[in-house]
C-alpha cells in the first residue's frame, strides 16, 4: 500500500503541469476502490515531470527525440519534448502541437496557458518519438481531406 504522506509530497511537481481541477480529481481518485490504481497515475506522471529533458536537452536529436507527455482538447493535441517549469515565467515546453485538427508544428509552448484554456494531460500516454507522432498526425490530417 502506497503511504498517502509520499503521494502528497508528488503534488508539487504535478501542479506544473496539470490543472487544479484534474489534480483534484486524480486525489478524488485516491480515496475510491481503486485508490491504488490513482496513486500509481499521481506517482508516474511526477516520475515523468522529475525527469522530463529540459529546453535544449534534446537539442540534435531531431525525429528521434521522445515526446514525454501528451495534452488533449477536443481535435488539439500538444507533446511535450523539453519541459521548463523552474517556475513564473518560465513554465515553457518545447513541443509537436496541432491546433483543431490542422497540420502539426514544432516550438515552444506556454504551459500555464495550455492548462488555462482547458488542455488535459494524457495519464495513459505510452511515449512516442516526434517523428512518429509528426507522421500519425501528419496522416490523420491527410486522410481528413482525402474524403
Known amino acids: 500500500m502506497i503511504i ?12 506544473k503541469v496539470m490543472s487544479d ?15 491504488e ?6 506517482i508516474k506522471v511526477d516520475d515523468i515531470v522529475a525527469k522530463c529533458p529540459l529546453t535544449y536537452q534534446t537539442d540534435g536529436q531531431g525525429d528521434n527525440a521522445i515526446c ?3 495534452y488533449f482538447k477536443g481535435d488539439s493535441d500538444v507533446y511535450i519534448v523539453e519541459l521548463d517549469v523552474a517556475g513564473p ?5 518545447y513541443g ?29 500516454y505510452a511515449q512516442q518519438t516526434v517523428g512518429e507522432v509528426m507522421r500519425k498526425l501528419t496522416y490523420e490530417q491527410t486522410r481528413r481531406y482525402r474524403k
Do not use: W
Open 89 to 93: 515565467p518560465h513554465t515553457q515546453a
Open 21 to 35: 481541477h484534474q489534480i483534484a480529481c486524480l486525489l478524488s481518485g485516491t480515496k475510491g476502490v481503486e485508490s
Open 4 to 15: 498517502a504522506e509520499s503521494i502528497f509530497s508528488r503534488i508539487g511537481n504535478l501542479r
Open 96 to 124: 509537436v502541437i496541432r491546433l483543431n485538427g490542422g497540420y502539426p508544428e514544432l516550438g515552444y509552448i506556454d504551459l500555464d496557458e495550455l492548462i488555462k484554456y482547458g488542455f488535459e494531460l494524457d495519464l495513459y
Open 68 to 70: 514525454q507527455m501528451h
Open 37 to 42: 490504481h490513482y496513486k500509481d497515475l499521481i
